[in-house]
C-alpha cells in the first residue's frame, strides 16, 4: 500500500475518528494521540500484510484500545482524574457502515473547538486540526505563522477546554443563538484561509474538500437555521467559483471578469438549494445579504451578460445598514465605482482613516483602483506599491503588479 | 464578622497553570496546616488554577459577551464573590451572566484546584 494510499485513509477517516474519540472520552489529547498512534501502527502493518476491508473500522478499533491505554497510564500517573465514562456503544456498532461515525460527535467537536471561552485565534486552527484533521504544516502555512507557534497556541487552547471544564455535549437550541454565531464565523475563517490559500496548490484542495464537507454536515443536523443554510449556500457559491479564479499566468482575476462557463455548475446548483432553504426560512441576517451576492455573482452565466453591479450595490447598501464593518464600506465601494463612478467611490471610503487600515490589502488595492480610474498615476502607484509591501499571496500580487505596471507613465 | 482573605501572589512561581510545580509542594501542605489552624474560623476556601484557564464574562452598556482568558481591567475593582458547583463551564456561564451588577463589569471564571476529600469545607 502507498504512502499516499495510507495518507488518503487516514484523512478520510481521521476527523470521524477523532470527534467519536473525543466525544468518548472527554478529552482532546487523548483523542488525538490515540488516533496518531493507530495511524503509525497502520502504517506498519498494512504494508505487509495489505489493508483491511474496513480501513476507518480497524483505525476506530486500535486508536480506542490505546485511547483506553491512554487513560489507564493516566490514572497511574494521576490518582485525582475521575474514571473514564463507561464504554459507550462498540467500535463494531460505531463503524459497522465503514463511514458511519454518528454525525453529531462531529458537531459536538465542533462545538467544542468553536466555544467562546476558546481565544477566538485558536478556533478556527483547532477545528481544522481536530474535526478536519489537517497537518499542523498545512494549517500553519495558511495562519501565515510558524509550526512551533502554532503547535503552542493548540496546546494552549486544548488545555484551556480541559482545565476550564468545557462541555463535550452540544449546547440546546435555547443558546444556539450566541453558540452558533461563534461556530458559524469559525468555519466562516476556516474557509477564507482554505479559499486564500487554495488559489493555485493543488495539495490544500483538501482543506476546501472539508469546509464543503461540515458545512453539509452542519446544515443536516440544523435544517431549521437560516444561517447554517447559508454559510453552507456561500462556501458552495465560492467553491464553484475556483476553477476560474487565476488566470494562465497565474494572476488573480477578478470576480467580474472571470467567466462563468468555467464555473462548476454542480455546486452552483448545490448552492442554490440551500440558497433556497435559507430564504424559505427568512432571516435578516448579514450572512443572509452575504449569501445573495454571492447568488447574484452566480446566476452570471457568460461574459457577455453585464455583470450584476447594480443589484450588488444595493446588496451592500442593506448590509451597511445592518452592520458598520468597514470591510461591507470597501466591498460597497468596490461596487459603487462601477454604478457611479471611482469619484463617488472615494467619497464612500473618505470616511475611513487610512492609518488604520495601512496594512489592510484590499484597502489598499482598492485605493489604486479608484485613483488609477480618476487618472491620479502618482497616487495609484503609491497605493500599489503599499499593496504589494504587505505580501500579498502569488495571485494577487501579480495582478496588482499588472495593474501598476499598466498605469500611464509608468 | 466575616472576612475573605484575597491570595495574591506571582502565579508563575507555580509551575504553569495547573499550579503543579516544586513550589506547589512546598506551599500546599502549609495550607493544609493552616487550615487545621484556622478552624471553625474557616467557612471555605480552595486554590485556583492559573489564569490561562480563565473565562470572563464582560457586560458592557447592557451587552454581554465572553472571553478566553482573566479580568484585565484596572477602573474596576474585586467587589465580591460567589463559590459554585456546576457541572461544566456552560453552567458556570450561565450563572455569571445573571450576577447583578450595577453598572458595566466583569465576571472571571475560575475553576478551582480540586481538593482532597475531606477538605473541601
Not at chain 1, 474496513?54 to 493516566?74: G, N, Q
Not at chain 1, 483547532?126 to 489537517?134: I, Q
Request: glycine content about 8%; hydrophobic content about 45%.
Amino acid at each position: 500500500m502507498s504512502q499516499k494510499a495510507l495518507e488518503d485513509a487516514f484523512r478520510e477517516a481521521g476527523g470521524r475518528i477523532v470527534a467519536a474519540l473525543a466525544a468518548r472520552f472527554r478529552d482532546l489529547d487523548i483523542a488525538e494521540e490515540a488516533f496518531a498512534e493507530a495511524c503509525s501502527r497502520a502504517a506498519k502493518a498494512w504494508p505487509v500484510s495489505g489493508p483491511p476491508d474496513a480501513p476507518s473500522a480497524w483505525l476506530y478499533r486500535t486508536a480506542e484500545r490505546a485511547a483506553l491505554d491512554l487513560v489507564r497510564r493516566r490514572q497511574v500517573r494521576q490518582t485525582l482524574v475521575p474514571d473514564p465514562p463507561e464504554p459507550e456503544p462498540t467500535a463494531e456498532e460505531l463503524m459497522s457502515a465503514d463511514s458511519a461515525i454518528i454525525p453529531e460527535e462531529r458537531l459536538r467537536l465542533i462545538f467544542v473547538c468553536c466555544h467562546p471561552a476558546v481565544a477566538p485565534d485558536s478556533r478556527a486552527a483547532l477545528t481544522l486540526r481536530l474535526v478536519c484533521g489537517l497537518e499542523i504544516a498545512e494549517i500553519a502555512r495558511a495562519f501565515l505563522t510558524n509550526d512551533i507557534a502554532l503547535q503552542q497556541r493548540l496546546v494552549r487552547a486544548k488545555r484551556k477546554i480541559r482545565e476550564a471544564g468545557v462541555s463535550f455535549e452540544v449546547p440546546g437550541p435555547e443558546h444556539w443563538p450566541e453558540r452558533l454565531g461563534a461556530v458559524l464565523s469559525t468555519l466562516e475563517v476556516a474557509y477564507s484561509k482554505a479559499h486564500e490559500d487554495a488559489a493555485g496548490s493543488g495539495r490544500h484542495a483538501g482543506f476546501a474538500a472539508e469546509m464543503l464537507a461540515l458545512t453539509a454536515l452542519l446544515a443536516t443536523m440544523m435544517p431549521d437555521e437560516a444561517e447554517v443554510q447559508a454559510l453552507a449556500a456561500i462556501v458552495r457559491f465560492a467553491e464553484a467559483r475556483r476553477p476560474a479564479r487565476r488566470a494562465a499566468d497565474g494572476a488573480m482575476i477578478p470576480l467580474s471578469e472571470q467567466d462563468p462557463a468555467r464555473w462548476s455548475a454542480e455546486l452552483i446548483a448545490e448552492a442554490r438549494r440551500y440558497c433556497g432553504r435559507a430564504l424559505s426560512i427568512g432571516s435578516p441576517a448579514p450572512r443572509i445579504l452575504n449569501m445573495m451576492i454571492h447568488a447574484l455573482w452566480c446566476g452570471r452565466r457568460s461574459l457577455e451578460e453585464p455583470p450584476p453591479w447594480k443589484a450588488v450595490l444595493s446588496a451592500y447598501d442593506l448590509l451597511a445598514g445592518l452592520q458598520d464593518n468597514p470591510i461591507v464600506t470597501i466591498n460597497r465601494a468596490v461596487a459603487l465605482a462601477e454604478v457611479e463612478g471611482p469619484e463617488a467611490a472615494l467619497a464612500a471610503i473618505a470616511g475611513l482613516e487610512p492609518a488604520r487600515f495601512a496594512t489592510f490589502l484590499p484597502y489598499q488595492a482598492l485605493v489604486g483602483d479608484l485613483l488609477a480610474r480618476t487618472g491620479d498615476v502618482e497616487g495609484a502607484r503609491a497605493a500599489f506599491d503599499r499593496a504589494l509591501a504587505l505580501g500579498p499571496g502569488e495571485a494577487e500580487a501579480l495582478y496588482i503588479a499588472a495593474r501598476r505596471e499598466a498605469l500611464s507613465g509608468a | 464578622m466575616q472576612y475573605m482573605l484575597l491570595i495574591y501572589e506571582n502565579e508563575e512561581i507555580f509551575g504553569g497553570p495547573e499550579k503543579s510545580g516544586p513550589i506547589m509542594a512546598e506551599v500546599g501542605p502549609k495550607h493544609f496546616a493552616f487550615i487545621g489552624e484556622m478552624g471553625a474560623a474557616r467557612l471555605g476556601g480552595a486554590g485556583l488554577k492559573g489564569t490561562a484557564f480563565a473565562t470572563t464574562v464582560r457586560t458592557e452598556s447592557g451587552q454581554q459577551t465572553i472571553h478566553d482568558g482573566p479580568f484585565a481591567e484596572t477602573k474596576e475593582q474585586l467587589g465580591g464573590y460567589y463559590l459554585i458547583d456546576v457541572p461544566d463551564l456552560d453552567a458556570a456561564i450561565a450563572l455569571a451572566r445573571k450576577v447583578p451588577l450595577g453598572r458595566d463589569g466583569a465576571i472571571e471564571i475560575r475553576p478551582l484546584i480540586p481538593m482532597p476529600p475531606g477538605m473541601t469545607r
